[in-house]
């Protein structure tokens, strides 16, 4: 079965700090992994990785992605309390012949951060 | 662009009633999505849509059923509603080969 899953469930931390969040899976035929930004409604698009050892980073954001060892971190350094959110991590899968993979999102359970002033 | 829009925003429900959860997309996108999400839960996957005429089930499809008559319409029919399907639902889009661009959500509640 195909698992998507997040770690730390919740964080709690101060403005300022620096956090990582983790994402691993376990799915046939990855293509993709996606990480989202979700603040009381729909979720919004951060990063998408395809390669390992990239970084990919959009100002205090950044993150990468390990093939070979099935997992990825989001980055957030310098914490303000506009990062409060839920982050998602969600997976793709190729297409294939059989129809089952047409590139929908696995998603993981999310991880709820909080940052306090 | 509107992008995805998604009506109504918010439903109540009773036991065995049905509805139509509507969902439009105007970036001519061929892929749609139908997500739900519980509280405290990443989303799962209901059904999904390849192109007009073309729909598939997810990972929790009983309950529900959909049609995909137009590129830019995938609305999600609830057929005698039941309290475990009370949860927040988005429909979502994407061109081939991109991230998926998510509706605001509607968030049904079943009593």
């Known amino acids: 079965e195909d698992k998507v899953v997040q770690s730390p469930l919740s964080l709690v931390v101060h403005e300022g700090d620096t956090v990582t969040l983790n994402c691993s899976y376990e799915v046939t035929n990855f293509r993709s992994l996606l990480w989202y930004k979700q603040e009381k409604k729909a979720p919004t698009f951060l990063f998408m990785l395809?390669?390992?050892?990239i970084e990919k980073k959009s100002g205090r954001l950044s993150s990468i992605l390990d093939k070979k060892e099935l997992f990825s971190i989001l980055n957030i350094t310098a914490t303000q309390t506009g990062d409060s959110a839920i982050y998602l991590c969600?997976?793709?899968?190729?297409?294939?012949?059989?129809?089952?993979?047409?590139?929908?999102?696995?998603f993981g359970q999310g991880t709820i951060l909080t940052v306090h002033p | 662009n509107a992008g995805v829009t998604q009506t109504p925003k918010f439903r109540i429900l009773k036991i065995g009633q049905s509805m139509t959860l509507q969902c439009t997309q105007d970036?001519?996108?061929?892929?749609m999505y139908w997500y739900r999400q519980d509280p405290g839960m990443g989303l799962k996957l209901i059904y999904y849509?390849?192109?007009?005429?073309?729909?598939d089930k997810g990972e929790v499809p009983n309950g529900y059923n959909v049609s995909r008559s137009t590129t830019e319409d995938f609305p999600l029919r609830l057929e005698l509603a039941a309290p475990s399907q009370t949860s927040v639902y988005f429909c979502?889009?994407?061109?081939?080969?991109?991230?998926?661009?998510f509706g605001p959500g509607t968030r049904l509640t079943v009593l």
């Open positions: 969600a997976v793709t899968q190729r297409q294939n012949a059989g129809g089952t993979s047409y590139g929908k999102l696995t």
């Open positions: 849509s390849v192109g007009a005429g073309i729909t």
């Open positions: 979502a889009s994407r061109p081939y080969s991109h991230e998926q661009f």
């Open positions: 395809t390669s390992s050892g």
């Open positions: 970036m001519n996108h061929n892929y």
